[in-house]
């Protein structure tokens, strides 16, 4: 009866855990490119949650916005040499959060940080407009998620990727809004 009560409990917890986590749109699912190289974190949970955006248009629905993903990953490998797409996560406009790199792995999005944080990039231009409240929602969830599972220290930095270089990064009204965030 022990055992059945102790089994019980677990599985509640694993289910509370893991309810505040968003659904995530895997790498198979968006169709993702196979990486050319992994690397992968060393030290979890990291410290640091970095915001950034993807210029450009938006996106307000699965298919734009996986088509959105997919040329992002083109880019930073085609046009940049890198091994994958550059981010952990990417958040469309619609909210679909979808698996760059992920937890696990050392990304290419904060030069100088990526070892030591993840990187969570809305697709959009956010320099004179908020993102959409499902996109910012997503990625509240999301972050919340990496603190639950261990990913992501109880204590971590939040910072807008224009905080650790020169870059408009993760545009105005963004980052003017992340400020207010808990973290930060």
Request: aromatic share 10%; net charge positive; with cysteine.
């Amino acid at each position: 009866m022990t055992m059945l009560i102790a089994s019980l409990c677990f599985a509640l917890m694993v289910i509370v855990v893991h309810g505040a986590c968003p659904q995530i749109i895997t790498r198979s699912q968006w169709g993702a490119r196979a990486p050319t190289g992994i690397t992968y974190l060393s030290n979890q949970p990291v410290q640091y949650a970095f915001i950034h955006h993807a210029t450009g248009n938006n996106c307000h629905d699965r298919a734009s916005c996986q088509a959105l993903v997919k040329s992002y990953q083109n880019y930073h490998m085609d046009t940049h040499g890198w091994a994958d797409i550059g981010y952990s996560f990417i958040i469309g406009g619609d909210g679909s959060v979808f698996e760059g790199r992920g937890w696990d792995k050392v990304g290419a999005h904060t030069s100088g940080y990526n070892s030591v944080g993840l990187g969570f990039c809305l697709t959009g231009e956010f320099t004179s407009v908020l993102p959409p409240k499902a996109q910012l929602d997503a990625v509240h969830n999301l972050i919340a998620c990496g603190v639950s599972l261990g990913k992501l220290k109880t204590a971590y930095t939040l910072r807008g990727h224009r905080d650790m270089g020169s870059t408009e990064c993760p545009g105005t009204r963004l980052y003017q809004e992340i400020k207010t965030w808990p973290h930060y």
